[in-house]
C-alpha cells in the first residue's frame, strides 16, 4: 500500500490528467503540497519538480485548471518550500549534517551544493531552482551557512516564481502543439533533460577537480556549523 502511494506521488506528473479529471480543485491542493515538499524537505529531492510544472500548464491549456491560480499557488508554494528548508538548515543542520552518509541525506549532495556557492554565491538560489536536488538542498545550505535571511528571501523570491513561471508557461504555450501532443512522454523526457543540463555540466566540472578538494570544502561546511 506504501509502496503504491509512494509510486503514486514520485510519478504524479503522469496520473496528473486523470487526477485533475477526478478531483477538480483538489488539484490544486495537491500540487502545492508536492511543490512545496520538493523544495521545502531536504529528504524529498526525489519528487518531480520540473516535469510537473510543465504538465501542469499542459492542463491548464485545456481548461482542466486556472493558469493564473495554477501560476499563483505554485509560486507561493516553491517560495514557501524554499523558505521551510532555510529554516530546517538554520535550525537544525548541525544535526542533520552529521547524519548526512544516511539513506536521504547524502554528503556529496551537500558537497555538491556547497561547492555551487562557493562558485555562484547568493544568486545559487535563484539558478539552483533550474537544477534538479541541488534545488532541493541549496535552501538548506544558506540555512546552515546562516546566510542573511533577507537577501535569502529576496533570491528566493526571484527563483520561485521565475522556475514556475517558465515551465508552467512552456507546458501551457506548447504542451498542446500537435508534434508534442503526439510525442508527450518524449516532450517531458526533453524537458526533464533539459534541465539536468546544468548539473550534469556542475556534476563533471566536480569530478574534473582533485579528491582533496572535496575533503576541504566539507570540512568548511562542518566549520561552518560548529560556530
Known amino acids: 500500500m506504501i509502496e503504491k502511494f509512494l509510486n503514486f506521488i514520485i510519478h504524479l506528473d503522469k496520473y496528473l490528467p ?7 480543485p483538489i488539484t490544486y491542493f495537491i500540487l502545492f503540497l508536492i ?3 520538493e523544495t521545502g524537505l531536504v529528504f524529498t529531492p526525489f519528487l518531480p519538480g520540473d516535469s510537473l510544472l510543465f504538465i501542469t500548464g499542459t492542463l491548464a491549456s485545456t481548461n482542466f485548471l486556472n ?6 499557488i505554485l509560486s507561493l508554494a516553491a517560495i514557501l518550500g524554499d523558505s521551510s ?3 530546517i538548515g538554520r535550525t537544525f543542520g548541525k544535526q542533520l549534517v552529521k547524519k548526512a552518509d544516511g539513506k536521504f541525506l547524502k554528503k556529496e549532495h551537500l558537497i555538491r551544493t556547497h561547492l555551487f556557492f562557493e562558485k555562484h554565491g547568493g544568486k545559487t538560489i535563484i539558478l539552483a531552482r533550474f537544477v534538479p536536488i541541488v534545488r532541493t ?14 537577501w535569502f528571501l529576496t533570491f528566493n523570491v ?12 512552456l507546458g501551457y504555450f506548447f504542451g498542446n502543439l500537435p508534434i508534442v501532443k503526439n510525442n508527450f512522454h518524449l516532450s517531458v523526457g526533453i524537458i526533464i533533460f533539459l534541465s539536468l543540463i546544468p548539473m550534469m555540466i556542475e556534476w563533471i566540472n566536480h ?7 572535496e575533503k576541504i570544502d566539507f570540512k568548511k561546511l562542518e566549520k561552518i556549523l560548529a560556530q
Open 18 to 24: 486523470q487526477l485533475a479529471n477526478q478531483y477538480g
Open 35 to 37: 511543490i512545496f515538499l
Open 67 to 72: 493558469i493564473f491560480f495554477v501560476l499563483l
Open 85 to 87: 528548508n532555510y529554516w
Open 137 to 150: 538542498f541549496a535552501p538548506f545550505v544558506a540555512g546552515v551557512s546562516k546566510m542573511s535571511y533577507r
Open 158 to 169: 526571484l527563483g520561485g516564481i521565475l522556475w514556475v513561471f517558465i515551465f508552467v508557461n
Open 207 to 213: 569530478k574534473r577537480k582533485p579528491k582533496i578538494k
